[in-house]
Every structure is written in C-alpha cells, then in structure tokens.
Nanobody
Framework: QVNLVESGGGLVQPGKSLSVSCQASGAIFGLAAMGWYRQAPGKQRELVALITTGGNPHYADFVKGRFTISIDTTKATVSLHMNSLKSEDTAIYYC?????????WGQGTQVTVSS
C-alpha cells in the first residue's frame, strides 16, 4: 500500500501563486511517476500535471505556462507550483502515484482562488 500525504493548498487571490506538495511512503517499489489531478464541484476528476521519476513532465493544456511540477525521487515527493491562478482553478487537488501495483491517491487538498 502506498501512502500519500499532501500539504499546501488554501485560499489565494486571482493572479497569485500557491504550491502543493505530496510525499509518498510505504510500498513505493517501482515508482514510475507522480502527479496531480483535480476535481471541481460537479465536474469529473482531471489530470493537471504528471512527472516521471526520470524528470519528464506532462501538463494539461489549461495549465501550460502557469504551473510547474517537480519531483524529488530521494524523498518520493512531488510538488506543484501554481502561478497566475484563476477562479476556474478552484478545486480539490489530489496527489497520484503510479507504481507497478497501479495508481494510489491522496485524500486531496482544497485550492480556492477567490478575491
């Protein structure tokens, strides 16, 4: 079992920045990638950004140029730095880890963008 502990999130004004982080522990054998998904009220969960343990990132089109994902494989930690936040970025952000056993999920952290 992979345990994911998220930190960060909160309330931020439009145009400002915020970061979220997630540390994996437990059965992380064969960790291939970590990333972030989000789910807004009434919408399906969607990919925000993913990064392989080799450091190759993938971003959803709606965050390209605004969000940056990074990974520290020595600490099994993934971070997402979000710039130029918009109200439509408001959602619960879920950490995801992909291992040989499949996908694991964090409990989610709320990000609210509002003035």
């Amino acid at each position: 079992q992979v345990n994911l502990v998220e930190s960060g999130g909160g309330l931020v004004q439009p145009g400002k920045s915020l970061s979220v982080s997630c540390q994996a522990s437990g059965a992380i054998f064969g960790l291939a990638a970590m990333g972030w998904y989000r789910q807004a009220p009434g919408k399906q969960r969607e990919l925000v950004a993913l990064i392989t343990t080799g450091g190759n990132p993938h971003y959803a089109d709606f965050v390209k140029g605004r969000f940056t994902i990074s990974i520290d494989t020595t600490k099994a930690t993934v971070s997402l730095h979000m710039n130029s936040l918009k109200s439509e970025d408001t959602a619960i952000y879920y950490c995801n880890a992909k291992t040989v056993s499949g996908d694991s999920w964090g409990q989610g952290t709320q990000v609210t963008v509002s003035s």
